[in-house]
DNA sequence: AAAGTTAATTATGAATTCATAATTCAGTCA
DNA sequence: TGACTGAATTATGAATTCATAATTAACTTT
């Protein structure tokens, strides 16, 4: 990432803030399910000071929510929150697919499509796994390549919050079909070092893939545990 | 701003996290300075716990830099880091001015007027105080005409980090000419509803900014305390 | 007198303690 | 039997305490 973390070994609330972020991300606590403090003492085997100012760091990046003297629960993604973070990740990856079409060298490029060729190889394979994946891949070899911390800080803590969804599961073949041909368009003009071009596709990319996850909720609504 | 924070009153360290904020963005806390805990305890009446959850979200939020051990630091604003930040602002600018193009109705658009003429005013006085005021107003009123709360949210942590800088203070002759005209342009963009024309202008105008910036820190270099 | 070394002080990170708010559960009464 | 009241339990927010790292001050040695 960046050279402020080079040395220094993480401090104990910054190493929980991982470890907890990671726990809402892989979906272990899932969406409204509140956040069991005292159990996560016990499994990191730490006190709750420590874990506590992690819990008001997470908060403070939306991925969870303190109730005053009710605890801390993981956020329940509505609709209309999806509805609003993606136009500002579309945003985002716009100027990124600017920036990194500028600044990629040859073999930056060479190895995107790379992980493309990765990422059409598990779509002939229809493995959505991998897919999954390699498709991430390139997204965030785009992000880096654009070489601003700062746009990458705010993407993550973004790209955070929709993934979690994961309906990258219940993805529909349609829109499967659409994607890959999005891609295939996005590797043309990182090859033809057309930034503007590049950045409008992952704009409209990244708003397309919104209808998509609101097909998806539409489709299979209501599948996740509450309380 | 939204509807979840409608009864209930804010915790402490939420409330430090303001105060502390505050004292960081009005430059009471000088960039490179030490964060003094124990002072900031004594002045607020509470406790070292609070203070610190606070600290570490103002961490979080790149505002402050924890040292293992050695307590925290206002952090320093670099060149590189402005350079960085200013086109991820002006992407957020620029999808806010679109949004907030669909969204204004008529009285929307005549608020927004109404603030540009009071910038006007200050201009024509060649009052940078009111100017500067104003101009931050209408670009608020932008922002939250676009009814999104996470852009809202992300464009106001990367504002903090640059209107601290408070290089308005040391703007140019030639370049408030130069943004007058922009705002001019926006205004009238807005009243035709011109959605992507003014979501572009507010792009180019914050990247104009940022060579205002440099210009600025060029020129009156290295008058920060230090320590 | 200057540089280096060690002791004292202070500040910091983390654990623990404490007071209080929220929840659970038993008991009561309709 | 079911709803309500109130005590017991638990969880939470915040203060305090404790161990250790960092800084400062004093002292030694050349």
Redesign the interface.
Known sequence: MSL?ESI?RQ?L?EEL?ERVRNLVVDNTLKPGEKVPEKDLCEAFGVSR?PL???L??LA???LI????NRGARVTRVTRE?LD??F??I???E??AGE?ACQRLDDAGIERIEAEHAAMMKAFHAGDRQSYFLANQNIHNALIEAAD????E??HR??AVRVRRARFMANLSDARWVQAIEEHEQMIARLRDRDAVGLGQLMKTHMLNKRQAHFAALDAGAGNETDN
């Not at 929510?65 to 005053?68: D, E, G, M, P, S």
């Not at 601003?148 to 746009?151: E, M, P, Q, R, S």
Request: charged share 20%.
């Open positions: 402020t220094k401090s609330h803030v000071t506590r100012e992690a008001k760091v403070s990046e939306g929510v303190l109730q005053a929150e609003k973070t136009p500002v579309a945003a985002l716009q100027l920036l601003n911390d700062i746009l800080m705010h803590m973004l």
